[in-house]
């Protein structure tokens, strides 16, 4: 099989060749003001959000559409025809554009970056950290276009490797990468070595961020939370103890709040469904309204209580493709090799915490070819049923992480 993690040969196994793994193409760095393409990008980030949280239906489900979106475009660089076009319209850009939009967002992330590991440590960092990197794994029966290996060094900064990738081998590879660059969150990758993978291609993201006004341990007790089933179970509640100004929306019905972490430049927002309506049945039109509305310069006094987290998923994007890039699961990878390549696994595994300090949070995915107290009572959100958090960089609005968290819970001992 292959996947998002590695892509799988369409013929036969080819008799073992020189695989082209070195690049003497140097990284570009694209500035995000020289980025035509920036906003249909972010826009087309939390489509793809959206989308992979319908496949988790109403189950917990962590997801990086960012980690998705430069995946994607590193497949589309050995794309042509109809897969080119169709990844392409999932990513948000075409051409040049595409690559250069990419760039500029995982770019605009490198003054954040720092030990991954630190997402084990007891503090949270002082500053955010957000840690990405992506590669290449080759198998070492496999010829490639060197055009396809320059491309994902200049643009991508992804370096390849080689390996068996029909060998027993091949997993500890696989694992080992997912493991140090998600700092141990994602301890395995998702693909499946076996004699039919060909290429894989990895990215990651870890984030570990301190709120700018961290909730107050003494205050967090068990309260009611209301799951989609309309079972009723006990979950450790956060408050803010007093009212804060918080940026603060309501649209249609929603309830959402944006909580910055230290330093402004990183935020989760949190929104809250109306009763009787699930965080699935939220569409790109009405989260671009909610964000807009976060936008906006005044902001509320509220006294805010939510859960702690401890969520985790992994989702089979296969159903994605199938709907949105089926030819991609059926070839058009010339540009990465003379042997005919197709996608075969595509997963995307997530994890996200939550308390009272701040949050951790990392995602993997893998394809393969696969203030002051008010006059009036102050307004009161308590998040006590199924809810959404995305986490964003403000500077660009690129959304990191989106979660569906339907039992905050995590998973039951």
Request: a negative charge.
């Amino acid at each position: 099989m292959c996947s998002l993690a590695g892509l799988a040969a369409c013929g036969d196994r080819p008799a073992p060749a020189a695989a082209q793994l070195t690049s003497d193409v140097d990284r570009e760095t694209v500035s995000p003001s020289d980025a035509v393409a920036l906003p249909d990008l972010v826009a087309a980030a939390d489509a793809l959000g959206l989308q992979m949280l319908a496949l988790g239906g109403a189950e917990t489900t962590v997801t990086s559409p960012a980690s998705l979106q430069v995946t994607l475009s590193m497949l589309a660089e050995g794309a042509d025809g109809a897969t080119l076009a169709e990844l392409e319209t999932l990513v948000g850009a075409a051409g040049p554009d595409r690559g250069k939009g990419v760039n500029a967002l995982t770019t605009s992330l490198a003054d954040l970056d720092g030990d991954p590991s630190v997402v084990a440590e007891d503090e949270l960092p002082a500053d955010p950290v957000v840690h990405r990197a992506s590669r290449l794994v080759l198998d070492d029966a496999l010829t490639v276009r060197q055009t396809f290996v320059d491309a994902l060094a200049r643009s991508y900064d992804a370096p390849a490797q080689t390996t068996d990738l029909g060998s027993d081998d091949a997993r500890a590879v696989l694992d080992a990468w997912v493991k140090e660059h998600t700092g141990g969150l994602v301890p395995r990758s998702a693909i499946v070595p076996g004699p039919e993978l060909q290429l894989a291609l990895q990215d990651a993201v870890v984030l570990a961020a301190r709120w700018e006004q961290p909730f107050l341990a003494e205050l967090t007790h068990p309260a009611p939370f209301t799951l989609s089933s309309g079972e009723e179970v006990e979950v450790d509640m956060m408050s803010t103890g007093e009212p804060r100004e918080t940026a603060y929306a309501e649209v249609d019905g929603w309830q959402a709040v944006r909580l910055p972490y230290t330093g402004g430049r990183l935020a989760a927002e949190v929104l809250l469904p109306p009763h009787g309506t699930l965080p699935a049945d939220l569409d790109t039109t009405l989260l671009s309204r909610i964000l807009s509305g976060l936008d906006e310069p005044e902001h509320t006094t509220l006294l805010l209580r939510m859960p702690t987290v401890d969520g985790s998923s992994s989702l089979d994007l296969l159903g994605l493709l199938e709907e949105s890039a089926p030819s991609a699961l059926r070839g058009g990878f010339s540009g990465i090799s003379d042997q005919p390549l197709l996608v075969s696994q595509a997963v995307q595994q997530g994890v996200l915490v939550i308390d009272e300090d701040g949050t951790v949070a990392a995602a993997v995915t893998e394809m393969g070819m696969a203030g002051s107290a008010p006059i009036e009572p102050p307004l009161e959100v308590v998040v006590d049923r199924p809810y959404l958090v995305r986490v964003a960089d403000r500077q660009t609005g690129w959304p990191l992480f989106l979660a569906n968290v339907a039992d905050p819970r995590g998973e039951e001992e």
